[in-house]
């Protein structure tokens, strides 16, 4: 359904939030770094609480939380009263107290803030022109491992945020024919081998990534006592010529694939069909742009994408479930079932075209 068009008044209140826009997140980001939306919402039983109050006992000048404030209040973040005393709204409690909300507004701050500023640099050059503002890598992913705490942090937990919740209904399908021989593709921290050996006494993973995030991976995982069974392999999908050796019962591939452009996930798909067997099952996992319940997890998607361009590789996005359709049929592989997990993501089940 088209959305009702505005009135040129509210249209013009709307460019002017966009204008605006930095603004307001980093005056949220601000408030809550300093304690203020916390302590607004303790006070709430209380009938709200005046700057004078909230300065004192927070050590912040009166000025500082002036200005922040009233941004805050024109935001709807916060109310205030005919006493001059603050409490939270609905957007300000989510802001400072929702999971989701949490982790997209740390992400952004920590990992794409500074680098947005060069979008329009990685649309023009074709290459992640953001990226600079951490270092001199060709991706995020060569320089991930060597990432300040704070900002590893941040990626780690908005990657894991979207994944780590659909672990448990997807192992059921995993281990639906009792595979032996794993292949995590993008393995990351080896939160899904960890999952797989705990699930299975007996099976086996081999993890392909980045010496970064192997050495990350394999460190968790012998930590947990289950390093006779894992196997790494270094493997970078961007040199010429990815190959990957035989032997997988089943190859696994969540929210990596969206991390490349069309023709290396073509390129991904091919080498793992390569690979394998009229008995391998491979299973991609990814929110797709195109099977969400929800405006809000669509838009976050396309913020996604956004991130891929300026700073992870420039060449990445977050896909629509169609485009993927049509590279897994061109890679030589048949697709046998689409599964919905959880709220936002889709698993995909695929065999080798005979």
């Known amino acids: 359904m088209p959305k009702k068009e505005l009135r040129a008044i509210e249209a013009l209140e709307e460019a002017q939030k966009i204008a605006f826009a930095p603004f307001v997140f980093q005056s949220t980001v601000s408030l809550k770094k300093l304690g203020v939306l916390d302590y607004i919402f303790e006070k709430r039983d209380s009938g709200g609480v005046s700057i004078n109050e909230i300065s004192k006992n927070l050590s912040v000048s009166i000025y500082g939380l002036g200005v922040l404030l009233e941004i805050a ?13 603050y409490q939270l709204t609905k957007t300000g409690y989510f802001l400072n107290y929702h999971k ?3 982790v997209n507004l740390n992400f952004t701050n920590d990992v794409c803030y500074e680098g947005l500023f060069y979008l329009n640099d990685a649309i023009k050059e074709k ?6 503002v951490f270092g001199k890598w060709d991706t995020i992913y060569d320089g991930l491992s060597q990432l300040s705490p704070e900002v590893q942090k941040s990626w780690f937990e908005f990657d894991h ?4 919740g659909i672990f448990e209904e997807a192992l059921i399908r995993v281990f639906k024919n009792q595979p032996k021989t794993i292949y995590d593709i993008g393995g ?3 939160k899904f081998a960890l999952q797989c050996f705990n699930h299975d006494r007996d099976v086996n993973v081999h993890i392909f990534d980045l010496p970064g995030q192997l050495k990350k991976a394999l460190t968790n995982i012998k930590n947990n006592g289950f390093n006779d069974r894992v196997f790494a392999h270094e493997i970078n999908w961007l040199k010429p010529n990815p ?3 035989k032997g997988a019962d089943l190859i696994w591939m969540s929210q990596f694939l969206d991390c490349f452009s069309e023709d290396k996930i073509l390129t991904i798909l091919k080498t793992c069909a390569a690979s394998m067997n009229e008995n391998t099952e491979l299973i991609i996992v990814e929110t797709f742009t195109d099977r969400q319940k929800f405006d809000t ?3 976050s998607l396309e913020a996604t994408s956004l991130y891929f361009t300026a700073i992870a590789n420039g060449t990445s996005k977050m ?5 993927f359709e049509t590279l897994i049929k061109k890679a030589g592989l048949s697709l046998n079932e689409d599964h919905q997990l959880g709220e936002f993501h889709t698993m995909m089940v695929c065999s080798k075209t005979l």
């Open 73 to 85: 209040e024109s935001s709807d973040i916060v109310i205030k009263d005919d006493e001059q005393k």
């Open 100 to 102: 989701t909300v949490e």
């Open 127 to 132: 290459k992640p022109s953001g990226l600079k």
């Open 161 to 164: 945020y979207y994944s780590d």
């Open 188 to 190: 990351n921290t080896g």
């Open 243 to 245: 190959q990957i050796p």
């Open 297 to 299: 997890a669509r838009f």
């Open 319 to 323: 896909y629509s479930a169609a485009i």
